[in-house]
């Protein structure tokens, strides 16, 4: 029998209730944050964005609707302003490339964004007046104040967010608070769920062993796996700001193992994450450390030279190393140069150079009064904010708003995983390579009293540039070929600073462009140019063995700790384990 005495819940009275159990966990969550920032003793910055109100009406749907609409009409607002009457045209953005965007009124939502963004970033250009600077600042300021506006970052905008929210009644904004309380709190965006990747298990895992080390670097060789092997060694030089394993990554990106399955006795340099005992570094001590690892070489396997790549800003100090020893009539000790995405002239060094400003310098050097280290995420944030649409509000709505763990992705994965900086030396590379240019100022900069002059290099080079790189332009590294006197060969590849490295031809993506005959100018080899689909890696390969094609038995000191060198550690080392 019915108990007719009892009082019916009235309708969405439960969710109700649910709503108000989801905020109040989220307001627990933040005050624990808070709490545990305090007990800490520091203060927890403001999120950005606050945990979504409840709803103000019993359907969800009205809720969401009313979100797009209100948004809608702001978008009509700034297009009226801006004299834009069209919708912007049909084109893929994986921002909105959820079935949901296929809804009337959120893909209005999305056309008018699209749109209204496509007017502000053409104003740039339309405005007179402005030097190449000014603009340069105001399309950057543009292009970020369009990417975090998108109507794909807020909840009530997003039909891919509300569906998750509804299905999950807020489960998604819990989550998506946690996780932003713990980036917060680590002061970095999580962009490869923790404990995915392990140095030595599934990441650097190149047998090879640590054979000599300094306070600024370790020395690792990577053992033989052929017969024979080049004569000539190799060493790599790879960015200070950064962990060597980019080029090492899991066995099938590893550009260190493919080269050593190539015939290549390789040595590669582990630079130490900067503490307070080497917090007085200077580009001194770099350019000492790359000739020291050059000799130790040299005298280990009992050759005149060795081949050297140098990655990015340890590519510049190569250059810096190479003119130096080209003055003191050493230059016999490299036998070729390979640049991956290297600048030493900074005139065009892209959007970098916008956070170079006086105000930048002196906010460097308060961060580095006390330690004189620069914390790694300075660094790693500026460099998301140069693709803040894939590196910060892309993580913003999948771990934020949806709630979800980023998949496992090993480079980034590398990315998030910071290195500190001397911040004196930081400050100085900055101050006369970027701002003053003067690396390229035959002896503007001296190194141990000795002024440098790179057109004084005569080794042979191969310079490689990213057609899609915003870190070193492929203008900016291009300018290398007009500098070095040496014989050249100028290869560019499709993608960016990283990508376009690390490309294995396992796995036949991207293309490079090649140009035999003499060009003055990018645009000319460009023009020129010969596209060669997949990686770039096998084109430097055959380029390394013509300039000394003769081999030698693999044995000997060839083996990791079997010449007069002994092992220290197997490889990867501590040092790139070390934050």
């Avoid at 009226?80 to 009124?105: C, H, T, V, Y």
């Avoid at 390579?433 to 290099?457: C, F, H, M, Q, W």
């Avoid at 100028?490 to 990508?499: E, P, Q, R, T, Y």
Wanted: aromatic share 10%; hydrophobic share 40%.
């Amino acid at each position: 029998m019915t108990d007719d005495s009892t009082t019916a819940n009235p309708p969405g009275f439960e969710d109700w209730q649910h709503w108000a159990l989801v905020m109040a966990k989220a307001n627990q969550m933040i005050l624990e944050a808070w709490a545990d920032s305090l007990a800490k003793g520091s203060a927890m910055p403001g999120f950005g964005f606050g945990p979504a109100a409840a709803p103000q009406a019993t359907d969800p749907m009205q809720w969401m609707s009313a979100g797009a609409e209100m948004w809608s009409r702001g978008l009509e607002a700034w297009g009226k302003m801006l004299g834009q009457a069209s919708e912007a045209g049909e084109r893929r953005d994986r921002r909105f490339g959820s079935e949901e965007w296929n809804d009337p009124i959120f893909s209005t939502v999305k056309q008018s964004y699209l749109a209204i963004s496509d007017r502000l970033l053409g104003t740039v250009d339309e405005i007179e007046g402005l030097d190449e600077e000014a603009r340069n600042r105001l399309r950057f300021a543009t292009q970020n104040f369009v990417d975090a506006m998108s109507p794909a970052n807020f909840v009530a905008t997003n039909p891919e967010v509300m569906k998750q929210t509804i299905e999950t009644k807020g489960e998604n904004l819990l989550s998506g608070l946690k996780n932003m309380i713990g980036d917060i709190q680590r002061g970095q965006v999580t962009q490869s769920p923790e404990g995915a990747f392990e140095l030595g298990r599934n990441l650097a895992t190149t047998p090879g062993k640590v054979i000599f080390e300094t306070p600024l670097f370790q020395l690792i060789q990577y053992g033989p796996v052929t017969e024979k092997v080049l004569e000539t060694p190799l060493v790599i030089f790879p960015p200070w700001i950064n962990r060597f394993y980019i080029l090492d990554l899991t066995p099938e990106k590893s550009f260190v193992k493919w080269t050593v399955e190539q015939g290549v006795s390789l040595f590669m340099v582990s630079w130490k994450s900067a503490d307070e005992s080497i917090r007085d570094v200077t580009m001194d001590d770099y350019v000492s450390a790359q000739e020291q690892a050059i000799d130790v070489i040299r005298d280990l396997l009992g050759v005149k030279a060795v081949h050297a790549i140098g990655y990015c800003v340890a590519g510049t100090t190569l250059a810096a190393t190479l003119a130096y020893l080209a003055a003191k009539r050493e230059a016999e000790k490299v036998a070729s140069t390979t640049f991956f995405t290297a600048q030493v002239d900074f005139d065009d060094a892209g959007d970098i150079k916008l956070f170079l400003g006086d105000e930048t310098m002196q906010t460097l050097k308060q961060l580095t009064a006390e330690t004189g280290v620069l914390d790694g995420r300075v660094m790693a944030a500026t460099f998301n904010l140069l693709r803040g649409r894939d590196l910060i509000w892309n993580y913003v709505v999948n771990n934020y708003l949806l709630g979800k763990d980023p998949p496992p992705f090993d480079l980034l994965h590398w990315n998030g995983d910071v290195t500190n900086l001397p911040g004196e030396w930081h400050r100085d590379y900055l101050q006369r390579l970027y701002r003053e240019n003067l690396l390229v100022k035959p002896g503007a900069i001296s190194i141990k009293s000795v002024p440098l002059d790179l057109t004084r290099i005569e080794t042979p080079a191969y310079i490689q540039a990213g057609r899609e790189d915003h870190i070193a332009p492929a203008t900016s590294v291009w300018k290398l070929t007009r500098i070095l006197a040496g014989p050249k060969r100028f290869v560019l590849a499709g993608s960016g600073h990283i990508a376009g490295v690390v490309n294995p031809p396992s796995a036949n993506k991207y293309q490079y462009w090649t140009n035999e005959k003499p060009a003055a100018s990018l645009d000319e080899f460009v023009a020129g140019a010969t596209e060669h689909k997949g990686s770039w890696w096998p084109d430097w390969i055959d380029w390394l063995k013509k300039q000394d094609p003769r081999t030698v038995i693999a044995d000997g000191a060839r083996v990791p700790g079997e010449g007069k060198l002994k092992a220290i550690e197997d490889a990867p080392g501590r040092y790139v384990k070390t934050r």
